[in-house]
């Protein structure tokens, strides 16, 4: 019964998000997408969490320079990181991206709403056209977008942290940008990594102390940034 209640719960999201993105499409007829999405996706967000009966705590927002824009990189435990991050951006008033798997962009509505917000699609496959998709991205986060990567690649089963993938430190070295580590705590009990259901639950993210990735190897920032999300973990 619980799982199913979850199931009911994961329905739910999947038409509030779809809905959220028909009435994007719709204002994209009488203003801007892009500013439709991003002014409503905070309270929105919010909303949904709110009616899952789930709470959220966002700490560490101190540690970020309002004047400056970053690459965002964090721990991955639950497809529901995303919206996490999304929230915690909207209560710092910041412009976030995110780099995601090329399939998703076919996705009815979503697709369309997601490249109207910027966000930049990889193909896993093609070494060549990741490539492009990192040059994407280094302009993307000089314009004043702050990018977020989970540099595990994928979310982790357990909790533990994976090991680091090298294309989001490159990306930040090449692009001078400094580095805002962040932990997140909760978001696998909130919808585990087996199955499709969402279950209450109280969530945090922390943002840590920036890492400046200009100078160093990527493999220096890299071991940095890995030391100080397993150490919060």
Known sequence: ???FIGNIRFVY???AIL?????GHAAGFFTDKE???????GPSGFKILNRLKSTIDIEGLENLDPEKTYVLMGNHRS???ILIVFLSMAVAKRDVIFMSKKEIFKVPLLGSAMKSLGMIGVDRKESAEAFKSLVKAIET??????LVMFPEGTRSADGRLLPFKRGGFILASRAGMDIAPF???????????SGFAIYPAHVSIKYLPTVQASGLKDKEAMALVEAAVRNSL
Request: with cysteine; glycine share 6%.
């Open 1 to 3: 019964m619980k799982k």
């Open 13 to 15: 999201v999947v038409i």
């Open 19 to 23: 809905w959220f993105c028909i009435k």
């Open 35 to 41: 500013k439709f999405y991003r002014k409503r996706i």
């Open 79 to 81: 497809y529901t990181d």
């Open 141 to 146: 986060v000089k314009h004043g977008k702050n």
């Open 183 to 193: 932990v997140i705590h909760g978001s696998e009990k909130f919808m585990p990594k």
